[in-house]
């Protein structure tokens, strides 16, 4: 009797969640009846649609367009504005460019010239996976980077197997033959390999640790494009959140956070999780053994060999750079240049002397949407000048006749962009500009002046620990959303500097190890079979204590001295207007 019952309220959980939630919440706005208790309905209200996904996340962040207005917390031309700040743009304009480069095999023409250059050893190819994943989720996005890396992943996998089992069998045709849709299948090593049940110890402890270094490999890389994003400002959602969350809050504060300070500080700390990554996922998967792992002493294995081929063979089809590979990657180091000599810091910029102003006409935005429109003005193919063939490139001029095709066309954009991401960073930022307005940001900050007796480091780490845990059931993207604008609420409160708090809780955001369906890249390696639940679990709960403690070290050393951390800021000051 209980057990249908409850499988029909399971069947029915979205749409009680869906119509239940707004009655639940309404008696903020009925019986307390403020602005404040109205924002906090809306923030509750889209708090609860978030985590439970019962709509998708895009149209969740709509809500204050419809609520804000009817509640009288904002008129529908002020909240309209929030949807596509400076931020949004930002975020537009280096995924553009992030589209090109995978849209013309880029991506992938780096990573497969690293590992040929890293080598195959199980250690080093570890290493070289990571670095090459985390380099880039750097500039593009996580999901992207993840799907490209793991069939190469799968590929080399396969063969160090094939070529194990040919050395058991004895015989090498049984072993050829495609990759089978899921791994897991290859993972069957009495049938894959010829080899019967009563073989020697010997062939099961080889296929256990080929096993071991199967879920090792896997894991590598989803890891990898998580520690990755965060280096950059445009890597992943969560850092767009906070200069754009910075900006709505702090709109004194003197560009705190722009590409060049944001990477001086997130890139050491990316480096130190990414080591801190591959010393814990080589002792789990591979052991410290350094003849092994290393091939200390050792001359090269068949396996090895073979799997070099793998790799050697994918670079070798993707044929010489063409021309627009070649412009795709000029335009991306010119973004990278400009991004970096803005506002570097500790020198001016060029856009200080390009505009002796104090105003700051040229962000990182306008950068990234300059590259951006060169994409679909530079040609794919090298135009014929007066007839003239070029002989540089393989590729076939364009003749005057055809008509030109850009680097990048809409119809790529449409099918590979992101919108919904645009909408779900507007949506956070009209949560912020509501709870700024309804006086809800200026109450809560009020009532966590009691923490003021904690030490900033402890919060900090207490910090690490609630988002850690927080967004392995959501969006690292709405964590943020949620959380940035209360801590800086407490930060206000407590008088310290809202970096300190804000920081941490952006990382954090991003590093969701522990479960499949926290983060896109959990969930496509998980889906190749190599590994279970009770994997990632086991392994991602150690991972996110790395991360929370590499988040402390960096934040409470270099963090520290960049953003002045020891003092509360003039522009942080907002109540005292």
Known sequence: MIAPLLKSIWRWKNGLILFCTPSLLLPLPLVIGTTKASCAYVIGLMAVYWCTEVLPLAVTALLPVVLFPLFGIMESKDVCMQYLKD?????????????????????????????????VRPALLMLGFMGVTAFLSMWISNTATTAMMVPIVQAVLKQLMNTAGEEEAGDPAECEGKLPDKPAEVLVPVKSFGISPENTAEAHSETKEMLRMSKGMMLCVCYAASIGGTATLTGTG????????????????????????????????????????????????????????????????????????????????????????????????????LWFSRDPGFVSGWATHLFNSEKEYVTDATVAVFIAALLFVFPAKPPSLFFCRPQSFDTVPQSPSEPQTALLTWQVVQKKMPWSIILLLGGGFALAKGSEDSGLSTWLGEQMAPLQTIP???????????????????????????????????????????????????????????????????????????????????????????????????INSWGRVMFSLDSFPSWANTTAV
């Open 87 to 119: 931020t949004n743009m930002l975020f537009l304009g280096g995924l553009m460019v992030a589209v090109a480069v995978e849209h013309w095999n880029l991506h992938k023409r780096i990573a497969l010239r690293v590992l040929l250059i890293v080598g």
């Open 238 to 337: 969560p850092n767009l959140v906070l200069t754009g969350q910075i900006s709505e809050l702090f709109p004194d504060n003197p560009d705190v956070v722009n590409f060049a300070s944001w990477f001086g500080f997130a890139f050491p700390n990316m480096i130190i999780m990414l080591l801190a990554a591959w010393l814990w996922l080589q002792l789990v998967f591979l052991g410290f053994n350094l003849k092994k792992a290393w091939g200390l002493g050792t001359i090269k294995t068949e396996k090895e060999i073979a799997a070099y081929n793998v790799i050697r063979e994918e670079y070798r089809s993707l044929g010489p750079m063409s021309f627009g590979e070649i412009s795709v990657m000029m335009l991306f180091f010119l973004l990278v240049v």
């Open 456 to 554: 900033p480091w402890a919060i900090s780490i207490i910090v690490c620990l609630m988002i850690a845990t927080f967004t392995e059931c959501t969006s690292n993207v709405a964590t943020a959303t949620l959380f940035l604008p209360i801590l800086a609420s407490l930060s206000q409160s407590i008088g310290i500097n809202p970096l300190y708090v804000m920081i941490p809780c952006t990382l954090s955001a991003s590093f969701a190890f522990m479960l499949p369906v926290a983060t896109p890249p959990n969930a496509i390696v998980f889906s190749y079979g190599y590994l279970k639940v009770s994997d990632m679990a086991r392994t991602g709960i150690v991972m996110n204590i790395i991360g929370i403690l590499s988040i402390t070290l960096a």
